[in-house]
């Protein structure tokens, strides 16, 4: 029989965690898309935005101040990454990019590890935001109630950008034929650099804000970057409304699962994303996607 | 724990200068009283697995691999610590070694240990691999692994096939040296069913008859069998499991598990998860409210826990294979912690001390047997012999190679209560071994052959 009172609680869990999924995809999501990259070391840089965050709230003791830390040095990070090594991948087969992109991933994870160590440490949540609210049919973490908020808000403005700027115009163009837009006098490796860099801000800011709801530890974003895949798949690879319908679908099979049988709950979005994969090769909400 | 601790991942310790003795030695012995010798050999001890090869030069190789990362690596670094002070001790005779195997003057049987590391990740295929290259390059003496208890299954099986001597790292499941038990593997650290054993009775103390619990259980050996023994302990006072939430290893977030928790109407929750699994859950459990409706008590107690949640074990009942304050009734856990301290840093965990004994007893094992030839150190184990450890006395059961050894119940103290930074827990009880162990055929243990 089912518990009703749990039931919605764990809908409204699936739709906290799918959130969350969702931000993280949705950068991984718009460097693919954009250029064609699969960047692997996406899981990494999700991990070191909530570490440059920890390290900032350790010296100041300020939660937004980790948040912008956080963003701005994964953001930079991946400008730098961009500029160093992938702009040489661009034009190379996808493995010599998955390779590359994984391997900077472990290098990234073992750098941490050396300076932190494996011993997790705790951001805790702005002082407002911590303690459980009642929401009448659950109780429910307030910090957790506060990320569904702030993650629609950040999906928000990245669909502004996107299909609302003329940043986000010359992508979508570049997308679509990046020779005509060079033509045009545009410079497409720059905006790809930006794109880059806007792509690990997603991963960064996810990274940090995650940060008081799991306690870090190098291997954060391991396990985050394979459920970001699966998330990716499902809604369609490139595709950023895809993404957010993925994270959301991941998020609530989990939830869900877990009350019929919680040894599944992390299987049942590998089996969704093989019935997703059979039925519409493209994902929920892809195209054709990119040669 | 300091950065400068850090070894590289799957490095090998022998040196080219080591393999050049050890190939001269082997060339040399080639040539002229070789003939004698292997005669010898061969009546009493015929090649088996890496021996003679392994002790033949002036050193014997030890393949060690620990998470070091993935949700069990701070457990794994602490365990690599104590394998490494224990491999400097009986390489340079400490008196500490002297007294747990008191033939050892230099190394074993007069060679120097060298070692070589690998990162397992806490998976069973990265371990058997790395093993399995120990064996067939570095001919080791023996290999040791654990912290999962599916990676102490699967090196089990793999020390049976290749006849070398595992030596168990921290491993909870009743198969190790239940079902899944082998002539060639050994195991010092307390288990599932002993944990059950040891701390039920406390818990029905404190909480009463008939409660209702929920369980938190990690989706593998080490999880499912220490759950079992609980339920079945605790059912004997009546209590009931309302719901056992299963998740993978390295979950990473527990949410929806501490729902249905929360929704249970349980009493006590009984957090099974290890390393940062169990940080994590009981993290999450605080954020969802579950510690303020329900009593915590976590049975395999997961060392560093309560440094890692921040007070989140104030008050809370584990079981534990070592805690340092104990050193007040056992003088070798005070030379212990203080030469241990004073090379790492801080007081030693679980696992830094199963690390430690396990070595020490297998070197006494050697020692006894006179030879590195594996049949004659099992047997040697076999005899059942009492054993100094850092707990008091112990000794392995011939019939399943585990170790009897008691039970150390802790209870968070309060931050008021402590002593200094490391004072987590207060010792509630020591529960000896023998009253606690199953027999040896309960968990269906059939030891394999010896050659």
Same mark, same amino acid.
């Given at each position: 029989?089912?518990?009703?009172?749990?039931?919605?609680?764990?809908?409204?869990?699936?739709?906290?965690?799918?959130?969350?999924?969702?931000?993280?995809?949705?950068?991984?999501?718009?460097?693919?898309?954009?250029?064609?990259?699969?960047?692997?070391?996406?899981?990494?840089?999700?991990?070191?935005? /909530?570490?440059?965050? *920890?390290? =900032? $709230?350790?010296?100041?003791?300020?939660? %937004?101040? !980790? +948040?912008?830390? #956080?963003? &701005? @040095?994964?953001?930079?990070?991946?400008?730098?990454?961009?500029?160093?090594?992938?702009?040489?991948?661009?034009?190379?087969?996808?493995?010599?990019?998955?390779?590359?992109?994984?391997?900077?991933?472990?290098?990234?994870?073992?750098?941490?590890?050396?300076?932190?160590?494996?011993?997790?440490?705790?951001?805790?949540?702005?002082?407002?935001?911590?303690?459980?609210?009642?929401? /009448?049919?659950?109780? *429910?973490? =307030? $910090?957790?109630?506060?990320?569904?908020? %702030?993650? !629609? +808000?950040?999906? #928000?403005? &990245? @669909?502004?950008?996107?299909?609302?700027?003329?940043?986000?115009?010359?992508?979508?163009?570049?997308?679509?034929?990046?020779?005509?837009?060079?033509?045009?006098?545009?410079?497409?490796?720059?905006?790809?650099?930006?794109?880059?860099?806007?792509?690990?801000?997603?991963?960064?800011?996810?990274?940090?804000?995650?940060?008081?709801?799991?306690?870090?530890?190098?291997?954060?974003?391991?396990?985050?970057?394979?459920? =970001?895949?699966?998330?990716?798949?499902?809604?369609?690879?490139?595709?950023?409304? #895809?993404?957010?319908?993925?994270?959301?679908?991941?998020?609530?099979?989990?939830?869900?699962?877990?009350?019929?049988?919680?040894?599944?709950?992390?299987?049942?979005?590998?089996?969704?994303?093989?019935?997703?994969?059979?039925?519409?090769?493209?994902?929920?909400?892809?195209?054709?996607?990119?040669? | 724990?300091?950065?400068?601790?850090?070894?590289?991942?799957?490095?090998?310790?022998?040196?080219?200068?080591?393999?050049?003795?050890?190939?001269?030695?082997?060339?040399?012995?080639?040539?002229?009283?070789?003939?004698?010798?292997?005669?010898?050999?061969?009546?009493?001890?015929?090649?088996?697995?890496?021996?003679?090869?392994?002790?033949?030069?002036?050193?014997?190789?030890?393949?060690?691999?620990?998470?070091?990362?993935?949700?069990?690596?701070?457990?794994?670094?602490?365990?690599?610590?104590?394998?490494?002070?224990?491999?400097?001790?009986?390489?340079?005779?400490?008196?500490?070694?002297?007294?747990?195997?008191?033939?050892?003057?230099?190394?074993?049987?007069?060679?120097?240990?060298?070692?070589?590391?690998?990162?397992?990740?806490?998976?069973?295929?990265?371990?058997?691999?790395?093993?399995?290259?120990?064996?067939?390059?570095?001919?080791?003496?023996?290999?040791?692994?654990?912290?999962?208890?599916?990676?102490?299954?699967?090196?089990?099986?793999?020390?049976?096939?290749?006849?070398?001597?595992?030596?168990?790292?921290?491993?909870?499941?009743?198969?190790?040296?239940?079902?899944?038990?082998?002539?060639?593997?050994?195991?010092?650290?307390?288990?599932?069913?002993?944990?059950?054993?040891?701390?039920?009775?406390?818990?029905?103390?404190?909480?009463?008859?008939?409660?209702?619990?929920?369980?938190?259980?990690?989706?593998?050996?080490?999880?499912?069998?220490?759950?079992?023994?609980?339920?079945?302990?605790?059912?004997?006072?009546?209590?009931?499991?309302?719901?056992?939430?299963?998740?993978?290893?390295?979950?990473?977030?527990?949410?929806?598990?501490?729902?249905?928790?929360?929704?249970?109407?349980?009493?006590?929750?009984?957090?099974?998860?290890?390393?940062?699994?169990?940080?994590?859950?009981?993290?999450?459990?605080?954020?969802?409210?579950?510690?303020?409706?329900?009593?915590?008590?976590?049975?395999?107690?997961?060392?560093?826990?309560?440094?890692?949640?921040?007070?989140?074990?104030?008050?809370?009942?584990?079981?534990?294979?070592?805690?340092?304050?104990?050193?007040?009734?056992?003088?070798?856990?005070?030379?212990?912690?203080?030469?241990?301290?004073?090379?790492?840093?801080?007081?030693?965990?679980?696992?830094?001390?199963?690390?430690?004994?396990?070595?020490?007893?297998?070197?006494?094992?050697?020692?006894?047997?006179?030879?590195?030839?594996?049949?004659?150190?099992?047997?040697?184990?076999?005899?059942?012999?009492?054993?100094?450890?850092?707990?008091?006395?112990?000794?392995?059961?011939?019939?399943?190679?585990?170790?009897?050894?008691?039970?150390?119940?802790?209870?968070?103290?309060?931050?008021?209560?402590?002593?200094?930074?490391?004072?987590?827990?207060?010792?509630?009880?020591?529960?000896?071994?023998?009253?606690?162990?199953?027999?040896?055929?309960?968990?269906?243990?059939?030891?394999?052959?010896?050659?």
């Amino acid at each position: 029989m089912i518990n009703w009172p749990n039931f919605v609680s764990q809908l409204f869990n699936g739709l906290a965690l799918g959130a969350l999924l969702a931000l993280i995809s949705s950068g991984l999501t718009i460097i693919y898309g954009t250029l064609g990259v699969l960047n692997l070391a996406h899981g990494a840089m999700f991990m070191i935005g /909530g570490y440059a965050g *920890y390290v =900032t $709230y350790s010296y100041t003791g300020s939660f %937004i101040l !980790a +948040v912008i830390a #956080g963003s &701005l @040095f994964v953001m930079a990070l991946g400008v730098a990454m961009e500029r160093i090594i992938i702009r040489h991948f661009y034009h190379r087969p996808h493995e010599d990019q998955l390779l590359v992109t994984f391997g900077l991933g472990i290098c990234f994870v073992e750098i941490v590890r050396l300076i932190f160590t494996s011993q997790s440490q705790v951001v805790p949540p702005p002082a407002l935001l911590q303690g459980i609210t009642s929401m /009448g049919f659950l109780f *429910y973490p =307030t $910090y957790r109630l506060a990320v569904v908020g %702030i993650v !629609a +808000v950040a999906l #928000g403005a &990245l @669909f502004l950008i996107l299909y609302r700027t003329r940043l986000g115009m010359i992508v979508r163009a570049g997308i679509e034929d990046s020779v005509m837009v060079d033509s045009l006098g545009i410079n497409v490796y720059r905006v790809f650099m930006i794109v880059f860099g806007i792509g690990a801000m997603a991963a960064g800011f996810a990274g940090i804000i995650n940060a008081p709801v799991v306690s870090l530890t190098p291997g954060v974003g391991d396990d985050i970057l394979v459920e =970001t895949f699966v998330v990716v798949v499902i809604g369609g690879v490139g595709s950023f409304p #895809g993404a957010i319908l993925g994270g959301l679908i991941a998020g609530e099979i989990i939830s869900i699962t877990s009350m019929f049988n919680p040894g599944y709950a992390y299987v049942m979005p590998f089996a969704a994303m093989t019935l997703v994969l059979v039925l519409r090769p493209h994902g929920l909400l892809g195209t054709q996607g990119r040669e | 724990m300091s950065t400068k601790d850090f070894l590289p991942r799957r490095t090998l310790n022998v040196s080219r200068r080591t393999l050049l003795q050890a190939g001269a030695g082997l060339i040399g012995g080639s040539v002229l009283p070789a003939s004698i010798a292997s005669r010898a050999f061969a009546e009493d001890h015929p090649a088996i697995g890496t021996f003679p090869a392994g002790s033949s030069g002036s050193s014997a190789f030890i393949g060690i691999s620990v998470p070091r990362t993935g949700t069990y690596a701070v457990q794994g670094e602490d365990e690599l610590k104590g394998y490494q002070l224990a491999i400097e001790h009986i390489n340079s005779g400490h008196e500490l070694i002297k007294k747990i195997s008191p033939k050892t003057s230099k190394g074993v049987l007069g060679k120097d240990l060298k070692f070589g590391v690998a990162d397992s990740a806490a998976k069973p295929n990265e371990a058997v691999q790395a093993q399995q290259r120990f064996i067939s390059e570095n001919k080791a003496v023996m290999i040791t692994g654990g912290t999962s208890s599916a990676v102490a299954v699967a090196l089990n099986k793999l020390a049976q096939r290749e006849k070398v001597i595992f030596v168990c790292g921290i491993s909870g499941s009743n198969d190790t040296t239940g079902k899944d038990c082998v002539r060639y593997g050994f195991r010092q650290n307390f288990f599932g069913q002993t944990a059950a054993a040891a701390i039920a009775p406390v818990l029905i103390k404190q909480f009463g008859k008939n409660k209702k619990a929920a369980y938190l259980t990690p989706d593998y050996t080490y999880g499912h069998t220490v759950t079992k023994s609980m339920q079945d302990r605790l059912a004997e006072a009546g209590w009931t499991t309302v719901t056992n939430q299963v998740s993978p290893l390295g979950a990473p977030d527990y949410s929806s598990y501490l729902l249905n928790v929360a929704n249970s109407g349980a009493d006590v929750l009984i957090n099974v998860n290890w390393g940062h699994d169990a940080v994590l859950s009981t993290q999450q459990a605080k954020q969802f409210g579950v510690l303020d409706k329900m009593k915590l008590v976590v049975p395999y107690q997961v060392p560093f826990i309560a440094r890692e949640t921040g007070g989140l074990m104030q008050g809370v009942y584990a079981a534990t294979d070592y805690w340092w304050t104990i050193e007040d009734k056992y003088p070798l856990a005070k030379m212990f912690n203080e030469t241990f301290e004073k090379k790492f840093g801080y007081k030693p965990e679980w696992g830094a001390e199963n690390a430690y004994v396990s070595f020490a007893h297998w070197a006494r094992m050697v020692e006894e047997a006179g030879s590195f030839y594996p049949p004659d150190v099992i047997k040697a184990y076999e005899k059942g012999e009492t054993v100094p450890s850092l707990v008091g006395d112990v000794h392995y059961r011939p019939e399943d190679h585990q170790c009897v050894r008691p039970v150390i119940i802790v209870r968070g103290k309060m931050e008021k209560e402590m002593k200094n930074k490391e004072d987590y827990y207060e010792v509630i009880e020591i529960v000896a071994g023998d009253g606690l162990m199953q027999k040896p055929d309960a968990f269906g243990c059939h030891l394999g052959d010896y050659t």
